[in-house]
């Protein structure tokens, strides 16, 4: 595996349940990411992990709780999701948050019903 | 407020027909420029950073641009592979990790 991998490809999730997003990263990156992309608006920074710590929350809700065991790996842990939450999720990593350049994986798609 | 915008929202070209996609920020303290490539389904793919006035970088058929105030993706000669979404973020000084992305230029090359 190269670069950054997400799985599931394609999730399809009802309001009730309970689910996690997997990122993993084979560049030897420090920072990783999670982004939400909905259509027709920016992309969404949600979350920055930094060496495992998490050094950013963009003011995200509580159903949604991410998970940095390594700096290889971000899961973001879902439940009691909305509607609204249906998009696509972006995980991606740099080497640091000095050098900004942040590669991405191909993400997941979400579908809450 | 920090802003990126994106110019023209779509466009569409011949193959061959060369153009010039256009960024603008208003952001304080710009640490660095980038674009991103995105085919439909996928992840964006970096393609470029530029850190400061004046500096240019190319990669086959695309070079960027960049002044104070905008920078440009030109198009030399594209082709029907090069259709794609394409991004532009800026980082800046009190942003802390975050990229500012604009919506996106979706563009179409006509074989």
């Known amino acids: ?113 | 407020e920090d802003q990126v915008t994106q110019s023209p929202e779509a466009l569409r070209l011949q193959e061959g027909e060369s153009s010039s996609l256009n960024c603008s920020y208003t952001v304080s303290g710009l640490r660095g420029l980038f674009w991103y490539r995105q085919d439909p389904g996928k992840g964006p793919e970096f393609l470029f950073t530029l850190y400061s006035a004046g500096e240019e970088k190319e990669k086959e058929r695309l070079k960027a641009t960049l002044t104070k105030k905008e920078s440009f993706l030109h198009i030399t000669a594209p082709k029907p592979e090069d259709s794609a979404t394409y991004l532009c973020a800026v980082h800046q000084e009190t942003s802390g990790s975050r990229l500012t992305f604009g919506e996106g230029t979706q563009l179409t090359v006509n074989p």
Request: proline share 6%; hydrophobic share 30%; glycine share 4%.
């Open chain 1, 1 to 113: 595996e190269t670069g950054v991998t997400q799985t599931p490809r394609h999730l399809v999730m009802g309001m009730t349940n309970k689910k996690s997003l997997k990122c993993e990263q084979h560049l030897g990156h420090n920072a990783m990411y999670w982004y939400k992309q909905s259509a027709k608006k920016p992309l969404e920074l949600m979350f920055v992990y930094n060496f495992k710590e998490q050094t950013e929350n963009n003011s995200v809700p509580s159903r949604f709780s991410p998970e940095c065991p390594n700096s290889s790996h971000l899961f973001l842990h879902l439940h009691t999701l909305q509607p609204e939450d249906s998009a696509l999720y972006l995980c991606a990593s740099s080497q640091d948050l000095v050098r900004r350049e942040q590669y991405f994986g191909p993400g997941t798609r979400l579908t809450v019903t």
